[in-house]
């Protein structure tokens, strides 16, 4: 069990985060983003901060971890966001299969694996989504057969994010066709550099290459990397969506928009509209904030809290568009270049309630929950 925060820890690491981060900008090795968790990728970032002792820090000693709690990797994650540093080669590793591995991997399995992501040499994709299923994911068609010593990988994932870096894959798979399709799915571990496995880019709107087409062509995957029990993958899944969903990037993917509407509602301090929005946008976040704490003290009790981190991504989105629209009302919105803090945020704002699970798909699940209350 990780040890509960000391009164001065949660201080201390944000000070911690905030002079590296600081040092890493004044040296010009990043330049800070938007979204920077999912498109600003730098292995040499992540790795220092594994160093530090600044990813795995939920995770067991033994395994290279920090055994420290939820809400102290909160503390990290706010602090690395805000200064929207390039963590995308750790974030999904570190957030959920690190994570699912420890709770439902073997022993083997979790000493070739987790160590890994707690040092940042491991870096994951997440395959999940595919043509036919995103939001209908139980719809999953990509085919894993037991084969002599393994299984063989059949299938094609899409928007995958960062595969085009990645040493491993997650991947969900239809072990067995029951008719009942939230049955015979299975989670693997699969290696991004095996026989068979093909990465296609694909440019979003703004032209940049974040995500990916992958393609599975009789990929051999040992008998071990099988994450838990074969054909009970959906249990499992829905518990890591609270781990995908519950975290500050949720909220603070356009922190840097926040700071620049800040700054501007200060020259235009005649504005009273808009010191009204600000005022109130401010006031969300805090709010926001409470929630992501409370996921993580839901986190450190050992629970999966499947709908607060429902509500916190669908909230946290709203939240984002509206910083976003707020830019509108200022003179910023009039700077037309795409690399521009308010080019970035408007193009990459689309993809904020698909990501992770659309909007709607959200409110039914929570609703759903609700009802069953
Ligand atoms: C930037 C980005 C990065 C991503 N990275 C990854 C990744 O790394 N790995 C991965 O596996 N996936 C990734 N995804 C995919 C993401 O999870 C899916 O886009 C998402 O689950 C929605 O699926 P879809 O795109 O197929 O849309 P669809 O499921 O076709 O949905 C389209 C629209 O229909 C609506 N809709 C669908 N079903 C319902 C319903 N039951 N009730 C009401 N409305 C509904 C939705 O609200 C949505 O607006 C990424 C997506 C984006 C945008």
């Not at 990290?76 to 591995?101: F, K, N, S």
């Not at 420890?102 to 987790?114: A, D, F, K, W, Y």
């Not at 299923?133 to 393994?150: H, I, N």
């Not at 975290?247 to 603070?252: I, P, Q, S, T």
């Amino acid at each position: 069990m990780p040890h509960s925060p000391g009164p001065d820890s949660c201080a201390e690491l944000r000070t911690q985060v905030r002079q590296l981060t600081a040092e890493w900008r004044s040296a010009g090795r990043y330049v800070p983003r938007s979204d920077s968790w999912l498109r600003s990728f730098d292995l040499e970032f992540s790795k220092e901060l594994a160093a530090r002792g600044l990813i795995a820090m939920t995770y067991p000693v033994e395994f290279g971890g920090a055994a420290r709690t939820h809400v102290e990797r909160l503390a990290v994650t706010e602090e690395l966001l805000r200064a929207g540093a390039p963590v995308a080669a750790h974030w999904i590793g570190d957030r959920q299969i690190g994570p699912a591995i420890l709770r439902h991997g073997t022993r083997e399995l979790q000493e070739e694996i987790v160590p890994a992501i707690a040092s940042g040499k491991a870096v994951f994709c997440l395959g999940m989504s595919e043509p036919e299923a995103g939001s209908d994911l139980a719809s999953v068609r990509t085919s894993a057969e037991a084969v002599a010593g393994g299984w063989r990988i059949n299938g094609h994932k899409i928007w995958t994010t960062q595969a085009h870096h990645a040493t491993h894959a997650y991947l969900l798979a239809r072990t067995e066709r029951t008719g009942r399709k939230h049955e015979g799915l299975t989670e693997f571990v699969v290696d991004m550099h095996a026989e068979g496995v093909t990465v296609t880019p694909i440019v979003d709107l703004s032209g940049e290459h974040h995500f990916n087409e992958v393609r599975f062509d009789n990929v051999l995957v040992p008998a071990h990397r099988v994450i838990g029990e074969v054909g009970g993958g959906w249990r499992q899944i829905v518990e890591q969506l609270s781990f995908e969903r519950g975290g500050a990037e949720r909220v603070l993917s356009s922190y840097p928009v926040l700071v620049e509407l800040i700054a501007e509602t200060a020259r235009q301090a005649g504005d009273r509209e808009l010191r009204a929005l600000l005022g109130s946008l401010v006031a969300r976040l805090a709010v926001l904030r409470r929630l992501c704490f409370e996921v993580a003290q839901a986190m450190d009790d050992g629970q999966a809290p499947v709908q607060q981190a429902a509500a916190l991504k669908y909230l946290g989105n709203a939240f984002e568009h509206d910083v976003i629209e707020a830019l509108r009302l200022t003179d910023l919105c009039q700077d037309p270049a795409f690399d521009s803090t308010f080019g970035q945020a408007l193009l990459a704002s689309p993809a904020f309630s698909l990501r992770g699970g659309a909007a709607e798909v959200l409110l039914s699940l929570i609703a759903r929950q609700e009802a069953r209350s």
